[in-house]
């Protein structure tokens, strides 16, 4: 099992980029597929991106493919969502989740392992 710290979040004008950040603790995370997911005012958490193990395959949800970029740093535990072209509907609490199992993609019910959340607000 391992430990998730999301970070990075804050206040942004559309148009603008943030980058947010999930740190992992314990030795496996090198095993893990991460995923990010959000969950936007009124709404239910959906998927964002997701990062294989590897780092070599990644999947993005179609809202925001071409302007995000999940990337990770095995050797530091990390991984990240780097967010440009931000619009307020992107807007939402960010999460960081991981399966140990490598199996999971978009359905949140396959991670196993959740942050607590960041918080991102677009202005228009």
């Known amino acids: 099992q391992v430990q998730l710290v999301e970070s990075g979040g804050g206040l942004v004008q559309a148009g603008g980029s943030l980058r947010l950040s999930c740190a992992a603790s314990?030795?496996?995370?090198?095993?893990?597929?991460m995923g990010w997911f959000r969950r936007g005012p009124g709404k239910e958490r959906e998927f964002v991106a997701v990062?294989?193990?590897?780092?070599?395959?990644?999947y993005y949800a179609q809202s925001v493919k071409g302007r995000f970029t999940i990337s990770r740093d095995n050797g530091r535990n990390t991984v990240a969502l780097l967010m440009n072209s931000l619009k307020p509907e992107d807007t939402a609490a960010y999460y960081c989740?991981?399966?140990?199992?490598?199996?999971?993609?978009?359905?949140?019910?396959?991670?196993?392992?959740w942050g607590q959340g960041t918080q991102v607000t677009v202005s228009s």
């Open positions: 990062i294989d193990s590897s780092g070599a395959v990644t």
């Open positions: 989740a991981g399966d140990p199992y490598g199996r999971a993609l978009t359905n949140p019910r396959e991670y196993d392992n």
């Open positions: 314990g030795r496996t995370f090198s095993r893990y597929t």
